[in-house]
C-alpha cells in the first residue's frame, strides 16, 4: 500500500510542481481533497472494519485506490486540475481506508503475546514500503515536460499495480481463521 501511496504522493507532488509550475503553497492546496479523504477514509475504514472483520475492506479500499492510480494514467501537460481531484481522492481513500482493517488483520492474526512485535513489523513494513515507492516511482520522474508526463504515467502503472496484487492478495490468501480452521479439520482426518 504504502509503496503505491507514497511513491504516488512524491511523483503527484513534482508534477503540480514541475509541470504544472505551482508554487509550494498551491500545490499544498491541490493536494487537500486527498487530504480531506484520507481522514475520512481511516474513519470509515475503522468503522466497517469493527463491524465486518479485516477481510473485505482490505481488497474494497485497495481496488478504489488502484483505480485513482489508473485514472492518472490520463494526466497530461495541459489537464485541467478539477481532472485530477477525483483519481488523487480515491487514491487517498484507497490507503486510508485499508490501513485500520489491515492493522486489525495483523495484530488479530498473532498470539496475544506477540501483538507489540506485529505492529512494529507492520509499521516498519510501512516506512519500507514508503521509501521504497519513492525512490521506485521518483526514478520515473526524471525529465521535464512530456518526458516527465510519461514517466509520471509508468510511475501510476506501477503503483496501481501494486494496488492490484493488494486486491489479489487480501481476497483470496487465507487468513488465520481459515489456516486454523483447515489445521482443525487436518487434524480431524487424521482421527
Not at 81 to 95: C, E, K, Q, S, T
Request: proline share 5%.
Amino acid at each position: 500500500m504504502n509503496l503505491g501511496f507514497y511513491g504516488q504522493l512524491f511523483v503527484l507532488t513534482l508534477y503540480l510542481q514541475q509541470v504544472r509550475h505551482y508554487s509550494p503553497l498551491v500545490t499544498g492546496l491541490a493536494l487537500l481533497p486527498q487530504t480531506a479523504i484520507v481522514a475520512a477514509g481511516s474513519w470509515l475504514g475503522g468503522r466497517i472494519t469493527a463491524r465486518s472483520g479485516p477481510r473485505p475492506p482490505m481488497p474494497a479500499g485497495m481496488a478504489v485506490g488502484a483505480a485513482g492510480f489508473f485514472a492518472l494514467l490520463t494526466v497530461h501537460e495541459g489537464m485541467a486540475y478539477g481532472r485530477l481531484v477525483l483519481p488523487i481522492a480515491a487514491a487517498g481513500f484507497g490507503i486510508s481506508f485499508t490501513m485500520p482493517a489491515a492493522t486489525a488483520a495483523v495484530v488479530e492474526g498473532v498470539p496475544s503475546g506477540h501483538t507489540g512485535v506485529a505492529s512494529g513489523t507492520l509499521n516498519t513494513s510501512r516506512q519500507v514500503g514508503a521509501a521504497i515507492g519513492i525512490a521506485l516511482l521518483g526514478a520515473f520522474s526524471a525529465g521535464t515536460g512530456a518526458q516527465f508526463v510519461a514517466g509520471f504515467r509508468i510511475a501510476m502503472a506501477i503503483a496501481g499495480g501494486a494496488y492490484v496484487l493488494g486486491v489479489l492478495v487480501a481476497a483470496f490468501v487465507p487468513g488465520e481463521a481459515a489456516a486454523e480452521r483447515e489445521r482443525e479439520r487436518a487434524g480431524q482426518l487424521r482421527e
